[in-house]
């Protein structure tokens, strides 16, 4: 039995339905999964046209749940008023429509309807402008399942990044890296990658100045903080490197060194996935009652509606949503 995931649709304006689109259309995903999309089918239409794409649209009964190979099944959420619809531009109708996707694939997930959910990206302004009292997915995700701080981890080709601090000034997170929140991200990153599967993961830490600190000669938080916080754990039993120099940590991490790195500020890590290949860079989100992935870009409001969109990190969201549905406990 292949996996159901639900897809949400994102912000209607944006160019979220045009990347599922096109990655329904991938055989390999289709072999995998089951994908579902929970959106507006007036905007699926249009956007299979917008697209250039033949395909029939099976709208799913949410009590039988008639799966149809062959076609785009939906979850038809009629949200969106297409005569006022303008792709590419900031809309507090399409902030709600997009929330209401989320909260609906939610309500599935935990009625155990789909297994996992890949989502499309969400507008923060359209979201302010429909007066939704979250910033982003996160938010969302932590008020409709009631888990507080779920954690983060990219994921592009063999490379996994988890990220000790996110959106704080690069200042904020430097004072951020701390003995105690370095080894309590190690306890969390290692019980979130063993829940998708990796048995006895070995982890290592980028260090967060040059050269790994050389012993205090270019900063000490290695000797200080990161040090003392990994030798904790390891002593506790956790199979943890570090700190390792970043401009080397990531690369032999992407060769199968190492499972997974930790990353202490946004763009330590940001740029080594991107860097490895921008386009297929997935967010998976850990810690949730069920496995959340998402791509890492934007609604992209400036190409939106022209159908030239790339979809290579909405596959790569959905195909990993499907890989580790199997395994996520």
């Known amino acids: ?57 099976n709208v799913l009964d949410e009590k039988e749940f008639l799966y149809k190979d062959g076609s785009v099944n939906m979850i038809n959420i009629d949200n969106v ?98 003995d105690d929140r370095v080894y309590e991200m190690i306890k969390r990153s290692f019980a979130a990658i063993k829940r998708l599967g990796v048995e006895d993961p070995i982890l290592a830490v980028a260090a967060l100045n040059p050269h790994g600190g050389e012993h205090g000669l270019f900063g000490d938080e290695e000797e200080n903080e990161i040090k003392p916080a990994i030798k904790r754990a390891a002593d506790e039993g956790y199979n943890v490197v570090g700190p390792l120099p970043a401009d080397s940590v990531f690369h032999f991490a992407a060769i199968g060194r190492y499972d997974a790195v930790i990353s202490l500020y946004h763009d330590q890590g940001h740029i080594a996935a991107k860097m490895l290949n921008f386009e297929k860079t997935v967010s998976i989100t850990n810690n949730l009652p069920f496995l959340r992935t998402s791509v890492d870009h934007g609604t992209a409001f400036d190409i939106a509606g022209k159908g030239i969109v790339s979809e290579a990190s909405m596959i790569e969201a959905i195909r990993l949503a499907g890989e580790y549905a199997l395994t996520y406990l």
């Open 1 to 57: 039995m292949k996996p159901i995931i639900g897809v949400t649709m994102g912000d209607p304006a944006g160019v979220g339905p045009e990347i599922i689109a096109k990655a329904l259309m991938d055989k390999g995903i289709l072999e995998l999964c089951r994908p579902v999309v929970v959106g507006s089918r007036a905007v699926m239409e249009e956007v299979l046209g917008i697209c250039g794409l033949d395909a029939n649209i």
């Open 81 to 178: 008023d297409m005569k006022s619809l303008i792709r590419g531009k900031v809309s507090g109708g399409c902030g709600r429509a997009a929330f209401e996707y989320i909260e609906k694939a939610v309500e599935l997930a935990l009625d155990g309807k789909v297994s996992a959910i890949a989502t499309a990206p969400v507008n923060k302004e359209s979201l302010r402008a429909a007066n939704v009292p979250y910033i982003g997915h996160t938010e969302m995700l932590e008020k409709l399942t009631g888990v507080t701080n779920p954690l983060t981890m990219f994921q592009v080709e063999g490379l996994r990044i988890f990220f000790l601090t996110r959106h704080v000034s690069l200042r904020k997170a430097c004072e951020m890296v701390t």
